[in-house]
Each structure stands twice: as structure tokens, then as C-alpha cells.
T-cell receptor, first 114, second 113 residues
Framework: AQSVSQHNHHVILSEAASLELGCNYS??????LFWYVQYPGQHLQLLLKYFSGDPLVKGIKGFEAEFIKSKFSFNLRKPSVQWSDTAEYFCAVNVGGSQGNLIFGKGTKLSVKP | ETGVTQSPTHLIKTRGQQVTLRCSSQ?????VSWYQQALGQGPQFIFQ???????GRGNFPPRFSGLQFPNYSSELNVNALELDDSALYLCASTPPTGRREQYFGPGTRLTVT
């Protein structure tokens, strides 16, 4: 069965530090890839998405992610985090040709110290 | 543009009871998916509805059932509630673009005692 792994359960950074959150998936075919963010007390919001084309995708609030097909990875990055980036981040995969459901990782909680 | 809405926000039920959760999709979105998110976990797919029919189902027992209405809103019904059903239930809608991005509502927090 397909699965998504997020390597870090909890990441703590100081403001202005760079961020990279890992995401790996287990499926050898076509995939659509997503990162969602859940700010405290808010619902899941789509941060960025990859369907095809340029493997480096840019999302909202300065986030970007790179799809590396050979590594089955879709890591999330931000050059300089802010306190307002404190949230939980979920990587999700949709397997191409499937029924359209998303398979989520367990999430990474990011805490940014001011 | 109104996003995905869900009701109720919170619900407390007793083991063995039945519950109905409701979802209104984002305007123009014709596909609705339901997910269960246990504490500390990522959302898990329950099922998806498209054109009022179930369009895929995750690994959940038949006591989890759903409906989609002509206006694309949807219901999730759970019969014979168990303690492990306590979770956040999320509804997501997908626009008719052929792409599979999903937009989530705030969820319904269900507690089974």
C-alpha cells in the first residue's frame, strides 16, 4: 500500500533560520504532491502543489518544495522562518489514476522561537 | 467565496449511538471527500463522493456511510459508535478542474464516551 513518511515529528527553530521538512512517499508511478499547513486553531490549508512540469514549486508565504522523482521525495523549504510559521505541516500524495484520495503523512510540528 | 463549512463543530456521543456530520462544499466544487484525523496523526481517507455516488473508499467498515446531495453538500453517517471513532472528521471539496487538489473545512470534533 502507498504511504507517506515525514521524518521529523517536531522541529524547533529560531526566527530567520532556514527550514527543510522531509517527505518521502512509496509509489513508483505518477503522483500529485501537496503540502498542507494547519495553524493553531485553524483548518488545513493548501500550501503548495505539484502536478507536473518544473519540479521546483512555489507556494504561499515564501514556501517552496522540490520534487525529486528518483528519491521519491517532496521536501518543503523556506529560507527564513518567522514566528507566524509555527504550525503543523502535512505532506500528502495522490496516486495518479486512483480514486482521488489523498494519502497523508503524520505531520511535522514546527515551533519557531521569536 | 465561501469555503468548505462543516457542522456541528463539536459533538459528544455515547458508544453504540449513531451520528450524522454535515458538509457544504466550496462554491462550484462537485467532489467531496471525508477524512478521519486521530490525535497526532495525519488525516485518513474514509470515502469520496462525486455526482451523488461513492467514488472510492478507504479502509473503513460499512458502518461508515455517506451521501452527497444535488447541491454537492454531503453527510457522513457513523453507526454503532465505538470509542476509537473519537477523532476530528474533515470534509474536503475538489473543484471540477481535473486536478486533485482538495480544500478542507474546519472539521467536526467527535468524542465518543
Amino acid at each position: 500500500a502507498q504511504s507517506v513518511s515525514q521524518h521529523n515529528h517536531h522541529v524547533i527553530l529560531s526566527e530567520a533560520a532556514s527550514l527543510e521538512l522531509g517527505c518521502n512517499y512509496s509509489y513508483g508511478g505518477t503522483v500529485n504532491l501537496f503540502w498542507y499547513v494547519q495553524y493553531p486553531g485553524q483548518h488545513l490549508q493548501l500550501l503548495l502543489k505539484y502536478f507536473s512540469g518544473d519540479p521546483l514549486v512555489k507556494g504561499i508565504k515564501g514556501f517552496e518544495a522540490e520534487f525529486i522523482k528518483s528519491k521519491f521525495s517532496f521536501n518543503l523549504r523556506k529560507p527564513s522562518v518567522q514566528w507566524s510559521d509555527t504550525a503543523e505541516y502535512f505532506c500528502a500524495v495522490n496516486v495518479g489514476g486512483s480514486q482521488g484520495n489523498l494519502i497523508f503523512g503524520k505531520g511535522t510540528k514546527l515551533s519557531v522561537k521569536p | 467565496e465561501t469555503g468548505v463549512t462543516q457542522s456541528p463543530t463539536h459533538l459528544i456521543k455515547t458508544r453504540g449511538q449513531q451520528v450524522t456530520l454535515r458538509c457544504s462544499s466550496q462554491s462550484g466544487h462537485n467532489t467531496v471527500s471525508w477524512y478521519q484525523q486521530a490525535l497526532g496523526q495525519g488525516p485518513q481517507f474514509i470515502f469520496q463522493y462525486y455526482r451523488e455516488e461513492e467514488n472510492g473508499r478507504g479502509n473503513f467498515p460499512p458502518r461508515f456511510s455517506g451521501l452527497q446531495f444535488p447541491n454537492y453538500s454531503s453527510e457522513l453517517n457513523v453507526n454503532a459508535l465505538e470509542l476509537d471513532d473519537s477523532a476530528l472528521y474533515l470534509c474536503a471539496s475538489t473543484p471540477p478542474t481535473g486536478r486533485r487538489e482538495q480544500y478542507f473545512g474546519p472539521g467536526t470534533r467527535l468524542t465518543v464516551t
